[in-house]
């Protein structure tokens, strides 16, 4: 299992970017799904989750100028970024509790994945 993330870059402040991140791989279900941030220094930090049924969540700071999305049928989360700001640069990566089917017992197993981080900068 496989988690791809994409779509960040440079930005003004004030622009919009959506990241994408896809899950490939021996996938039965994907589960919790959430977007991450980390400056360099610091420890990473939740921006926003979704999980399996829709359910949204954001930190704080970024409420109002953030979505979270997902396509169940495309194992594809997003999160839309709105009125950016410099401090949200930071790498960002996606997180998901992903369901494989064990060979040997036919059964589901859960487990946390996390993708390669994606760079977001906006500039003055």
């Known amino acids: 299992v496989q988690l791809q993330a994409s779509g960040g870059g440079l930005v003004q402040a004030g622009g919009s970017l959506r990241l994408s991140c896809t899950a490939s791989?021996?996938?039965?279900?994907?589960?919790?799904m959430a977007w991450y941030r980390q400056v360099p220094g610091k420890q990473r930090d939740l921006v926003a989750s979704?999980?399996?049924?829709?359910?949204?969540n954001y930190v704080e700071s970024v409420k109002g100028r953030f979505t979270i999305s997902r396509n169940n049928a495309m194992n594809t989360v997003y999160l839309q970024m709105n009125s950016l700001k410099l401090e949200d640069t930071a790498v960002y990566y996606c997180?998901?509790?992903?369901?494989?089917?064990?060979?040997?017992?036919?059964?589901?197993?859960?487990?946390?994945?996390w993708g390669r981080g994606t760079q977001v900068t906006v500039s003055s």
């Open positions: 997180n998901a509790d992903i369901s494989s089917i064990v060979p040997r017992t036919g059964k589901p197993v859960s487990r946390n994945y």
């Open positions: 791989g021996s996938v039965f279900e994907v589960n919790d």
């Open positions: 979704i999980s399996g049924g829709g359910t949204t």
